[in-house]
């Protein structure tokens, strides 16, 4: 019998699926205070720091169709297993760059790491769909996803404990007059402390994999595979919920990678603080983004998911609009409920897009939502030109953009519905 005609079992499973929505809230919100680390230590622009974003929601682009195609051939188990070790991988590769003393190779492992990422994320999202009746598919994701902030805030006060406090507080005018020797010294200890935390953490996850891979999990291999891959996106391409919600993705990415990367840079801006303490607004942010998201869920079973998306994306503009004109304390305050409002959207958005379409083209689908993640590669480092060229507060002009997309897509959301169950 095919998850066509029954649903796959829950209890040890679904926590297990749940945790890997932790994990990968580490790897990217560490990846927000590390455009603030490698500022410091290497002294940077914003926008070649953007490229630690650019090199993670890449990684996106490039896995999520391979994942697929390997979703269609093997089960959603195999898919975890390999996004584990590959996520473990590029974590251990910060040994090596960190000796090496590259950014080049800093990224590189970055990649690898963000492609283990991409793999749990096409693989887990559409199995915790498929874990219980369609009716409550959306509500049930957004309970697995509450865990995603959990790991965000571990991420954040890993960093701000391991990597933030081990670095120096001289600026790169500063650094610019260090003899080369001490200089060299000064950035070995502080790339140490971004290597042995990574690798740390590389350690859990192979743990965990160990756990897995002894876990007897629900079966899920599909008759999929007997559609061609052209020819399911094409089924897929005609359902215009899919479609734009694809398109609502690769923005609400961007500006969530774009708002978390400058979380730091701004308050330090607007206080005077250091990156360690600065960190601690991030971390609020997160906090405000977790409570959110259990808030969220809970409305959804009064209010519908498109609703709730409209009404979050409105007062998300409404509070990106402030960080842009006002300073101080007011701007920081609207930048935690922008956390709070973005909170229920990845979830949300993935739900809708996914409505309707059968198990069988499920894993398809989804690597599609996936692959939209590229917008925080791209919109990323606009946000870090404006930033350069305007100031930080300016440059919250692009998000103001990115979440005018998603209530345009909320909207359609609550006015259209798509005919074909593709």
Same mark, same amino acid.
Request: aromatic share 12%.
């Given at each position: 019998?095919?998850?066509?005609?029954?649903?796959?079992?829950?209890?040890?499973?679904?926590?297990?699926?749940?945790?890997?929505?932790? *994990?990968?809230?580490?790897?990217?919100?560490?990846?927000? +205070?590390?455009?603030? /680390?490698?500022?410091?230590?290497?002294?940077?622009?914003?926008?070649?720091?953007?490229?630690?974003?650019?090199?993670?929601?890449?990684?996106?682009?490039?896995?999520?169709?391979?994942?697929?195609?390997? %979703?269609?051939?093997?089960?959603?188990?195999?898919?975890?297993?390999?996004?584990? *070790?590959?996520?473990?991988? $590029?974590?251990? &590769?910060?040994?090596?760059?960190?000796?090496?003393?590259?950014? $080049?190779?800093? &990224?590189?492992?970055?990649?690898?790491?963000?492609?283990?990422?991409?793999?749990?994320? +096409?693989?887990?999202?559409?199995?915790?769909?498929?874990?219980?009746?369609?009716?409550?598919?959306? !509500?049930?994701?957004?309970?697995?996803?509450?865990?995603?902030?959990? $790991?965000?805030?571990?991420?954040?006060?890993?960093?701000?404990?391991?990597?933030?406090?081990?670095?120096?507080?001289?600026?790169?005018?500063?650094?610019?007059?260090?003899?080369?020797?001490? %200089?060299?010294?000064?950035?070995?200890?502080?790339?140490?402390?971004?290597?042995?935390?990574?690798?740390?953490?590389?350690?859990?996850?192979?743990?965990? +994999?160990?756990?897995?891979?002894?876990?007897?999990?629900?079966?899920?291999?599909?008759?999929?595979?007997?559609?061609? *891959?052209?020819?399911?996106?094409?089924?897929?391409?005609?359902?215009? !919920?899919? !479609?734009?919600?694809?398109?609502?993705?690769?923005?609400?990415?961007?500006?969530?990678?774009?708002?978390?990367?400058?979380?730091?840079?701004?308050?330090?801006?607007?206080?005077?603080?250091?990156?360690?303490?600065?960190?601690?607004?991030?971390?609020?942010?997160?906090?405000?983004?977790?409570?959110?998201?259990?808030?969220? +869920?809970?409305?959804?079973?009064?209010?519908?998911?498109?609703?709730?998306?409209?009404? /979050?994306?409105? /007062?998300?503009?409404?509070?990106?609009?402030?960080?842009?004109?006002?300073?101080?304390?007011?701007?920081?305050?609207?930048?935690?409920?922008?956390?709070?409002?973005?909170?229920?959207?990845?979830?949300?958005?993935? $739900?809708?897009? %996914?409505?309707?379409?059968?198990?069988?083209?499920?894993?398809?689908?989804?690597?599609? %939502?996936?692959?939209?993640?590229?917008?925080?590669? &791209?919109?990323?480092?606009?946000?870090?030109?404006?930033?350069?060229?305007?100031?930080?507060?300016?440059?919250?002009?692009?998000?103001?953009?990115?979440?005018?997309?998603?209530?345009?897509?909320?909207?359609?959301?609550?006015?259209?519905?798509?005919?074909?169950?593709?």
């Amino acid at each position: 019998m095919t998850t066509s005609t029954k649903t796959l079992s829950r209890g040890l499973p679904f926590c297990l699926v749940s945790l890997l929505f932790l *994990l990968w809230g580490v790897a990217n919100n560490m990846n927000d +205070t590390l455009l603030a /680390a490698f500022k410091r230590i290497m002294s940077m622009t914003d926008l070649q720091t953007s490229l630690v974003q650019f090199a993670f929601y890449g990684a996106y682009f490039c896995f999520a169709i391979p994942t697929a195609m390997f %979703l269609r051939r093997y089960s959603y188990k195999s898919g975890i297993l390999l996004g584990l *070790l590959l996520y473990a991988a $590029g974590t251990m &590769l910060f040994y090596p760059a960190g000796q090496a003393a590259s950014y $080049g190779f800093y &990224l590189f492992a970055i990649y690898v790491m963000a492609g283990g990422c991409a793999v749990l994320e +096409t693989t887990a999202n559409p199995y915790i769909l498929l874990m219980g009746p369609q009716a409550t598919a959306t !509500r049930r994701l957004n309970i697995a996803q509450s865990l995603n902030p959990i $790991g965000a805030v571990a991420g954040i006060l890993i960093s701000r404990h391991f990597i933030l406090s081990e670095l120096h507080a001289a600026d790169a005018a500063e650094r610019g007059k260090m003899g080369a020797e001490a %200089l060299e010294a000064l950035q070995a200890h502080e790339l140490t402390a971004v290597s042995a935390t990574y690798m740390g953490i590389g350690i859990v996850l192979l743990c965990l +994999t160990v756990v897995i891979a002894c876990v007897k999990m629900p079966d899920s291999r599909e008759s999929e595979a007997s559609t061609g *891959l052209l020819a399911t996106f094409r089924q897929l391409w005609r359902r215009r !919920r899919w !479609r734009y919600g694809v398109v609502a993705q690769f923005f609400y990415v961007g500006v969530q990678t774009g708002v978390w990367s400058f979380t730091i840079r701004l308050a330090m801006q607007e206080t005077g603080m250091l990156e360690r303490e600065a960190s601690m607004i991030f971390l609020y942010s997160i906090i405000a983004f977790t409570l959110c998201r259990f808030l969220f +869920t809970w409305l959804m079973g009064f209010v519908s998911p498109a609703r709730l998306l409209a009404g /979050a994306s409105v /007062a998300a503009l409404a509070a990106t609009v402030t960080v842009i004109a006002a300073d101080g304390m007011t701007a920081i305050a609207a930048l935690v409920v922008i956390s709070g409002c973005m909170s229920l959207m990845f979830p949300t958005i993935y $739900g809708i897009a %996914l409505e309707g379409i059968n198990a069988e083209t499920a894993k398809t689908a989804a690597s599609g %939502l996936i692959m939209a993640i590229l917008g925080g590669a &791209l919109i990323t480092p606009v946000q870090a030109f404006v930033s350069d060229s305007c100031g930080i507060s300016a440059s919250f002009s692009v998000p103001a953009v990115c979440f005018a997309v998603v209530l345009a897509y909320a909207i359609f959301s609550l006015t259209s519905f798509d005919t074909n169950n593709g």
